[in-house]
């Protein structure tokens, strides 16, 4: 049945247009200032990076070391004051969840 489905299924041309067009859009952006700080073992973190992946950004990752007390840094206080991961910043804006 999903064979049927999927061997009938037509995509809508105006909806293939808009995906053609943000994947142009991707490909000319300049390598971006996006920074992920973030744990490898943390779900948090890998929601965030899994949907920079999705959207196939240019980005670079930041671990923050909590055996060194890094999130208690006040360089990453001032960027996210819980002191959690992850926190996404661009251009020195930031970004975590509350
Ligand atoms: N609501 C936040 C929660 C962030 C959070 O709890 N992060 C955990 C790792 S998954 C953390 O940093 N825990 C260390 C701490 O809170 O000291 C989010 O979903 O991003």
Redesign the pocket.
Known sequence: MAAIILRDFQPDPALSAIAEKRSQDVEKRTPSNLKLYA?AW????Q?VRLAIEEKQLPYDEHTVD?TKAE?LDPRYLEMNPR????TISEYDQSL???
Do not use: E, H
């Open positions: 744990l943390s779900i948090c973190s929601r909590f999130n002191g959690d991961v992850p975590f969840d509350t």
